[in-house]
């Protein structure tokens, strides 16, 4: 889901770097699952990652991207409870 929905790098569809994103999604499933993280605070983690750690300046479209996918995640939240 980060590669398909948030990619703030642009790599989706390019074969090599396709585990480019594995560490935050790791990162982001155990905030969602093991920490019962809000929304905003998947968000914020996705936002900083982009931000901070990425170096991307984008910030209207790094904050909506991620405000988006942390809302999916959390609308998932039971279906991977169940798995």
Same mark, same amino acid.
């Given at each position: &889901? #980060? #590669? /398909?929905?948030?990619?703030?790098?642009?790599?989706?569809?390019?074969?090599e770097? @396709?585990?480019?994103?594995?560490?935050?999604?790791?990162? @982001?499933?155990? &905030?969602?699952?093991?920490?019962?993280?809000t929304?905003?605070?998947? @968000?914020?983690?996705? $936002? *900083?990652?982009?931000?901070?750690? &990425?170096?991307? *300046?984008? /910030?209207?479209?790094? @904050?909506?991207?991620?405000?988006?996918?942390?809302? #999916?995640?959390?609308? #998932? /939240?039971?279906? $991977?409870? *169940?798995?």
């Amino acid at each position: &889901m #980060l #590669l /398909r929905d948030w990619d703030p790098i642009g790599i989706y569809g390019i074969l090599e770097p @396709a585990d480019e994103y594995d560490a935050y999604a790791n990162k @982001a499933y155990v &905030m969602l699952m093991d920490e019962g993280a809000t929304a905003s605070e998947i @968000a914020g983690y996705l $936002f *900083t990652v982009a931000n901070e750690h &990425m170096g991307l *300046t984008d /910030r209207g479209r790094l @904050a909506e991207r991620s405000d988006q996918l942390a809302k #999916l995640l959390v609308s #998932l /939240r039971p279906e $991977f409870s *169940t798995h």
